[in-house]
């Protein structure tokens, strides 16, 4: 599929530029897998998530989840079995929460947009407990949160719905380098309890072979490399992936330690 968009006008009745987000990617996503996408700034990397979860159509091309057809320009309606498939988390923890809202209907929002069986409220603690917070951070308001509990009221809101693929854009890139270790964690041990595949994007490619199976690397809208994470880190067959790794040497994922997740929920992380 290929993504473009046109610029502004340089000059009145001047021609509009074009910038090709996408070139005829083409990519296929197995169930239950985790893909990482990593890619300099402006490669492409949000607009695939984009067009993956409707919120935005490509300019020629399909998208198929579940093998479906996305019409992402059809009536809201025709998109509900994407929805409920579907949960996304963005970059900015800040701004993705509504302020106003508490963070119980945040939370439950997905489920009562779906009009999903069951008792919404038990779902939304059972969903708190899951992320790392108490059932009584409903009440309370996005304010009141640190930007790594954020995230995680972010992740809850993705998952509460129970869907079976979850996208991730830069989920980490807003918060404090001291957090982003356990909000990945808590990233990669929702991803196998739930069941999910899972498409996480970075810029940070020892992020992605920390949780991802897959690697998939992007420049210039094009996907140049994909392969299982552990061949991409030992023989990267691109020059611009041997970049990436010389910039940022990644380290083999630490085993399963003591330090995982302990994070004190009254703290300000
Ligand atoms: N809504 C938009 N309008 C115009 N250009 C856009 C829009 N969204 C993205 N682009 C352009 O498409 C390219 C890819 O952007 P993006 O997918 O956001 O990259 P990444 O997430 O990898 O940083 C960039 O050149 C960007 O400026
Ligand atoms: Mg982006």
């Known amino acids: 599929m ?4 046109a610029g502004a006008r340089e000059r009145p009745f001047g021609s ?11 990519l296929d996503i197995r169930a239950e897998s985790s893909l990482g996408i990593i890619g300099e700034s ?3 990397k949000s607009t695939l998530v984009r067009l993956l979860a409707a919120l935005d159509a490509p300019t020629s091309g399909t998208v198929e989840v579940d093998g479906r057809p996305v019409d992402a320009a059809g009536p809201a309606r025709s998109l509900h079995w994407l929805r409920a498939l579907t949960g996304i988390v963005f970059q900015d923890p800040y701004a993705s929460l509504d302020p106003r809202m508490s963070v119980g209907r945040i939370v439950g929002e997905p489920l ?15 969903v708190l407990l899951r992320v ?6 409903a009440e309370r308001f996005p304010h009141e949160f640190s930007g790594g509990q954020r995230q995680r009221i972010a992740l809850a809101r993705a998952i509460v719905h129970r869907p079976r693929l979850l996208l991730a854009d830069e989920p980490l890139s807003a918060l404090d380098v001291s957090v982003r270790a356990r909000i990945i964690d808590l990233l990669a041990r929702l991803r196998t ?9 970075s810029h940070d490619i020892g992020v992605v072979a ?3 199976d897959e690697i998939a690397v992007m420049k210039d809208g094009r996907i140049v490399e994909r392969g299982r994470t552990a061949d991409v880190l030992a023989r990267p067959r691109h020059p611009y992936t041997r970049e990436l790794l010389a910039a940022a040497p990644v380290l083999p994922p630490a085993p399963d330690g003591a330090a995982r997740d ?3 929920v009254g703290r300000r992380d």
């Open 262 to 264: 302990r994070e004190d």
């Open 42 to 44: 402006g490669s492409g």
């Open 132 to 137: 790392g917070l108490d059932a009584e951070a």
């Open 2 to 5: 290929t993504r473009t968009y």
């Open 112 to 126: 009562w947009a779906l009009g999903a069986p069951g008792d919404h409220r038990a779902r939304v603690e059972e």
């Open 16 to 26: 509009r530029p074009v910038t090709t987000a996408l070139h005829d990617v083409d």
């Open 210 to 212: 920390h949780v991802c």
């Open 193 to 201: 309890e739930e069941d999910l595949t899972l498409v996480l994007v």
